[in-house]
T-cell receptor, first 114, second 110 residues
Framework: ETGVTQTPRHLVMGMTNKKSLKCEQHLGHNAMYWYKQSAKKPLELMFVYNFKEQTENNSVPSRFSPECPNSSHLFLHLHTLQPEDSALYLC?????????????FGSGTRLTVV | QQPVQSPQAVILREGEDAVINCSSSKALYSVHWYRQKHGEAPVFLMILLKGGEQKGHEKISASFNEKKQQSSLYLTASQLSYSGTYFCGTGVGNTDKLIFGTGTRLQVFP
């Protein structure tokens, strides 16, 4: 496996379900991110982890709970979601050093809340 | 503050040129350009850090104006493979956080 891998690719869940999105990066990067991409809206930054420490929580509702057990893995735990949470959830990684050189994105998880 | 991209959509014939703009009311630390094809991950194209900078190659290049408030992406002699949605992402100071524009959808037809 190379790059950034996200699973599952598609997820349909009810509002009372609990599910988790998984992201794994094989690039040796030290930072990982969750972005939300909704139709006709810009990519929204949700969470940032540098060296496994959460450095950003961009006013995300508590029904979204991130977890970063090590620098290669990132999870997004979901519970009691709302239909408006349906979107493409993108994970990205980067190497944060003296110069920030950009993200490598995964292909995303298409989430539908019913 | 979210950057403003224009135009929202572009339709081209193969071989035609296009320019996509990304603007902010405040000076930006950096500008990143990404392309996302339908159903795929956004792919990093390039980053610009300095006012007056130009980067890229003859087919796809970008500029950052002197005041660092506008960046333009230039697509020359477009190919079918250029189709996708182009996003600019602006750096939040010297950090790894990016604020993205709403995207420009580019379609190239034979």
């Amino acid at each position: 496996e190379t790059g950034v891998t996200q699973t599952p690719r598609h997820l349909v869940m009810g509002m009372t379900n609990k599910k988790s999105l998984k992201c794994e990066q094989h690039l040796g990067h030290n930072a990982m991110y969750w972005y939300k991409q909704s139709a006709k809206k810009p990519l929204e930054l949700m969470f940032v982890y540098n060296f496994k420490e959460q450095t950003e929580n961009n006013s995300v509702p508590s029904r979204f709970s991130p977890e970063c057990p090590n620098s290669s893995h990132l999870f997004l735990h979901l519970h009691t979601l709302q239909p408006e949470d349906s979107a493409l959830y993108l994970c990205a990684s980067s190497q944060v050093s003296e110069e920030f050189s950009g993200y490598t994105f995964g292909s995303g998880t298409r989430l539908t809340v019913v | 503050q979210q950057p403003v991209q224009s135009p929202q959509a572009v339709i081209l014939r193969e071989g035609e040129d296009a320019v996509i703009n990304c603007s902010s009311s405040k000076a930006l630390y950096s500008v990143h350009w990404y392309r996302q094809k339908h159903g795929e991950a956004p792919v990093f194209l390039m980053i610009l850090l300095k006012g007056g900078e130009q980067k890229g190659h003859e087919k796809i290049s970008a500029s950052f104006n002197e005041k660092k408030q506008q960046s333009s992406l230039y697509l020359t002699a477009s190919q079918l493979s250029y189709s996708g949605t182009y996003f600019c992402g602006t750096g939040v100071g010297n950090t790894d956080k990016l604020i993205f524009g709403t995207g420009t959808r580019l379609q190239v037809f034979p």
